[in-house]
């Protein structure tokens, strides 16, 4: 089902700091601070040749990311994102061997305007799982 690595998300506690670190000092090609108001982030875009590595932050009150930020002052990764072909057909599959899908359990589309699904860190070796459509 999984195709792609597609990226690593990082929280961190001061997004313009931890950008121009990766700029200044792992000479990364970084993008400007988008404000993702619906997600409840703001992320940077670290661009890799075969890869981008997403820096959050929370963004307005009711962040989704607020309390792991509180958890992890110091900053954490968060999320890895994986691709599939069908998420519909991964979505019943998951469910079948008793993975908890986050949410209602429907795809929702993410922050690149593709249908993603959020599997319990419980479920993956406490690793959260993003899966996004191609
Ligand atoms: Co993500």
């Given at each position: 089902?999984?195709?792609?690595?597609n990226?690593?998300?990082?929280?961190?506690?001061?997004?313009?700091a931890?950008?121009?670190?990766?700029?200044?000092?792992?000479?990364?090609?970084?993008?400007?601070?988008?404000?993702?108001?619906?997600?409840?982030?703001?992320?940077?875009?670290?661009?890799?040749?075969?890869?981008?590595?997403?820096?959050?932050?929370?963004?307005?009150?009711?962040?989704?990311?607020?309390?792991?930020?509180?958890?992890?002052?110091?900053g954490?990764?968060?999320?890895?994102?994986?691709?599939?072909?069908?998420?519909?057909?991964?979505?019943?599959?998951?469910?079948?061997?008793?993975?908890?899908?986050?949410?209602?359990?429907?795809?929702?589309?993410?922050?690149?305007?593709?249908?993603?699904?959020f599997?319990?860190?419980?479920?993956?070796?406490?690793?959260?799982i993003?899966?996004?459509?191609?």
């Amino acid at each position: 089902m999984i195709t792609k690595f597609n990226h690593v998300a990082i929280v961190v506690p001061d997004l313009y700091a931890a950008a121009r670190k990766y700029e200044k000092i792992l000479g990364a090609k970084v993008s400007s601070i988008s404000d993702y108001s619906e997600h409840g982030v703001s992320v940077v875009f670290v661009e890799l040749e075969n890869t981008k590595i997403e820096l959050m932050h929370p963004y307005g009150n009711n962040s989704p990311i607020k309390k792991f930020l509180e958890k992890n002052s110091g900053g954490a990764i968060h999320h890895i994102c994986l691709e599939v072909k069908d998420i519909k057909s991964c979505c019943k599959n998951l469910k079948l061997h008793g993975i908890t899908i986050l949410g209602d359990e429907e795809p929702k589309n993410g922050a690149h305007n593709k249908p993603v699904i959020f599997l319990h860190p419980k479920d993956f070796y406490g690793t959260l799982i993003e899966l996004q459509q191609e």
